[in-house]
């Protein structure tokens, strides 16, 4: 097969192809309803991991992404990305390679869903003394996150908030539960819920 195929005729399978201009159109459309509502899009790049879809989703700006892997964070902070949330819990092995990213970084966010995640940050603070930290929910997906009604997870979520090493930057869930939906209908009613979820654990915090 050519290095550079000018047409299907020259691909050979398998063969993964990319319609570059409905990814454009999917991006502008998710760009525009974020800009509608008034919140910042943060989009995931653990799916394409490329360079080149990083940039159409964020419009070119390379800012505000969000990775499941530390080397997924590194390969975007190489390429020119900042403000990077790695959404993963964190663990001890991996603090050191964190700090890296946040001495490198304008901004570099981490994750956690517990009071182990809390003990190593406080133990360890990066080079400005502060971690920027999201705690994830768990809505009933039942994967990871603390738990959106359990009393346990409110102490954690307000030992964050009084942590004079952390910035809290706020709550982040991810809604798998979606997954198995049948229609639009569905996905909306679950995501509903996730809302509402959302909302009465962050009211409990107050």
């Known amino acids: 097969m050519p290095d550079n195929p000018s047409s299907f005729d020259q691909l050979q399978t398998p063969c993964f192809l990319v319609d570059v201009d409905i990814v454009k159109k999917n991006a502008e459309k998710m760009q525009e309803r974020c800009k509608k509502l008034g919140v910042k899009l943060r989009p995931h790049m653990k799916t394409h991991k490329t360079i080149e879809a990083g940039e159409i989703l964020t419009n070119g700006t390379k800012q505000r992404i969000v990775v499941s892997t530390l080397n997924e964070a590194e390969f975007f902070a190489d390429s020119g990305f900042d403000d990077i949330l790695y959404a993963f819990p964190l663990t001890e092995d991996k603090i050191n390679r ?4 946040t001495k490198r970084l304008n901004q570099f966010h981490v994750m956690t869903d ?11 603070p990066p080079h400005n003394g502060h971690w920027s ?7 009933g997906y039942g994967r990871a996150g603390v738990v959106w009604n ?12 009084n942590s004079s090493s952390i910035d809290f930057q706020g709550i982040y869930t991810h809604e798998g539960n979606s997954y198995d939906s049948k229609g639009s209908k569905q996905i909306k009613e679950k995501g509903q819920t996730n809302v509402e979820r959302l909302v009465e654990f962050r009211k409990k915090q107050v």
Request: with cysteine; glycine share 2%; proline share 3%.
């Open 98 to 101: 964190c700090k890296a990213l």
């Open 150 to 161: 359990d009393p346990e997870s409110i102490k954690l979520a307000q030992r964050i908030a």
């Open 133 to 139: 930290v999201y705690l994830k929910v768990d809505c």
């Open 114 to 124: 517990s009071f182990y995640g809390i003990d190593i940050l406080e133990k360890s």
